[in-house]
């Protein structure tokens, strides 16, 4: 019955935080967000279920440029993509993280990649709608919310995010965010 209700409590909170974030609700964003430090937070906090799993995970930063925006909502996104990432790698895989800033494009780019069973072609774009389960997601707990609020919170801030297959085994996860100027 705990475990029920705390499932039931995350998914409530989801989908209050999706429908906040649809309905324009006032959402600061005046935060100036380090996110290779808040990466690296992440990373530490992720470390206890990457070595339960056996999974390494790898940080490179090539800039330490920030960005404007609410580090709350930045953190619950790259959070989720990093989470998603150790739940589908396999034992013993490698989660790779990059940081670095788009040569004049005036945009800091995120990728997050796994070894995972990855996302088939046709589901790249529907897997941030509400809902959506891909097939190879039917063996994880989850209720296909994460990756819309991620979709949700990087427009809110000017940016996008994209999936892609890699060439070997796994998912790309790209976010991209303006630079603070």
Same mark, same amino acid.
């Given at each position: @019955? &705990? *475990?029920?209700?705390?499932?039931?409590?995350?998914?409530?909170?989801?989908?209050?935080?999706?429908? *906040?974030?649809?309905?324009?609700?006032? @959402?600061?964003?005046?935060?100036?967000?380090?996110?290779?430090?808040?990466l690296t937070e992440l990373v530490a906090?992720?470390?206890? &279920?990457?070595? %339960?799993?056996?999974c390494r995970i790898t940080l490179h930063?090539?800039?330490? %440029?920030?960005?404007?925006?609410? *580090?709350?909502?930045? $953190? $619950?996104?790259? &959070?989720?993509?990093?989470?998603? +990432?150790?739940?589908?790698?396999?034992?013993?895989g490698l989660i790779e993280i990059a940081?670095?800033?788009?040569?004049?494009?005036? %945009?800091?780019?995120?990728?997050?990649?796994?070894?995972?069973?990855?996302? +088939?072609?046709?589901?790249?774009?529907?897997?941030?709608?509400? !809902? !959506?389960?891909?097939?190879?997601?039917?063996?994880?707990?989850?209720?296909?919310?994460?990756? +819309? @609020?991620? %979709?949700?919170?990087?427009?809110?801030?000017?940016?996008? @995010?994209?999936?892609?297959? $890699?060439?070997?085994?796994?998912?790309?996860?790209?976010?991209?965010?303006?630079?603070?100027?």
């Amino acid at each position: @019955i &705990e *475990r029920e209700t705390l499932r039931m409590d995350r998914l409530v909170g989801e989908l209050l935080s999706l429908a *906040r974030i649809d309905a324009g609700l006032a @959402i600061s964003l005046t935060d100036e967000v380090d996110v290779p430090a808040l990466l690296t937070e992440l990373v530490a906090d992720a470390q206890l &279920e990457a070595e %339960q799993k056996k999974c390494r995970i790898t940080l490179h930063v090539a800039t330490e %440029q920030k960005v404007m925006g609410n *580090r709350e909502l930045l $953190r $619950r996104a790259l &959070e989720n993509v990093l989470r998603n +990432a150790l739940r589908y790698s396999p034992a013993q895989g490698l989660i790779e993280i990059a940081v670095a800033a788009e040569a004049g494009a005036g %945009q800091l780019s995120i990728t997050i990649a796994d070894q995972g069973p990855g996302v +088939a072609a046709d589901d790249l774009t529907a897997i941030f709608q509400p !809902f !959506f389960r891909s097939a190879n997601a039917d063996a994880f707990a989850g209720h296909g919310l994460g990756l +819309a @609020i991620c %979709q949700r919170v990087l427009h809110a801030h000017g940016g996008t @995010i994209t999936a892609s297959k $890699r060439s070997s085994a796994g998912l790309l996860v790209r976010l991209s965010l303006p630079l603070s100027t």
